[in-house]
């Protein structure tokens, strides 16, 4: 994944944003509405490596570093199903920061690493994801808002993607949600699935 600038990101989720939606309705025009099916790889062995399979792809995304209160995350791989053994063991697996399990097969599908290697994994839950997104522009950053689907239970997430700091900062007082807790998806699916605890 070279050649790529990680993006600083502001994030956050919740049951409904009303007029932040609106403000950011106001500010840029539905630039594209997309949708997908995923599955995001819940680990309990770390919240730092964003692992999820889409599109017959094995995504993963590694957290950099936080500057004044945004997360930078980085594109680490992307693997194409069917997978080999050896790449799992060697490229997904270090990832997940959990006990390796017994592997039979030589290769996988994403079914068979799903069904046979993931879910049975004490420390591993697969987790479905349906997202609807809506792409916008906002003070010269990638925003998006999204109704996300996580095993069936709907919740809303906002964001601000730049390479560029103080756009992002300057964007979220435009739309009003400094005050919003930023949170990855890790965070934000292993407290709707109880993987970690809702803040008190």
């Not at 932040?20 to 997908?36: C, D, F, G, Q």
């Not at 992307?78 to 592997?103: C, H, Q, R, Y």
């Not at 756009?167 to 993987?195: C, F, H, S």
């Amino acid at each position: 994944m070279e050649g790529i600038k990680p993006r600083f990101e502001f994030r956050t989720f919740a049951q409904n944003f009303g007029m932040v939606v609106e403000k950011m309705r106001k500010l840029s025009p539905v630039e594209k509405i997309r949708e997908s099916q995923e599955v995001y790889i819940m680990s309990a062995g770390n919240n730092e490596n964003n692992t999820k399979v889409r599109d017959k792809l094995m995504d993963i995304k590694v957290f950099v570093t936080e500057k004044e209160g945004l997360e930078q995350w980085n594109p680490l791989m992307k693997g194409e199903f069917p997978m080999s053994t050896e790449m799992i063991k060697n490229d997904v697996w270090p990832a997940l920061g959990v006990e390796m399990p017994e592997f039979k097969r030589d290769e996988y599908t994403i079914d068979q690493y799903l069904e046979e290697i993931i879910r049975p994994h004490k420390d591993l839950a697969a987790v479905n994801i349906f997202k609807r997104r809506f792409a916008f522009t906002v003070n010269n950053c990638i925003a998006e808002h999204a109704q996300v689907y996580v095993n069936g239970a709907l919740i809303e997430t906002v964001n601000l993607e730049s390479t560029e700091i103080p756009d992002i900062l300057e964007g979220m007082k435009m739309l009003g949600v400094e005050e919003y807790e930023n949170i990855n998806y890790l965070l934000a699916i292993k407290r709707v699935i109880g993987m970690e605890p809702m803040p008190k």
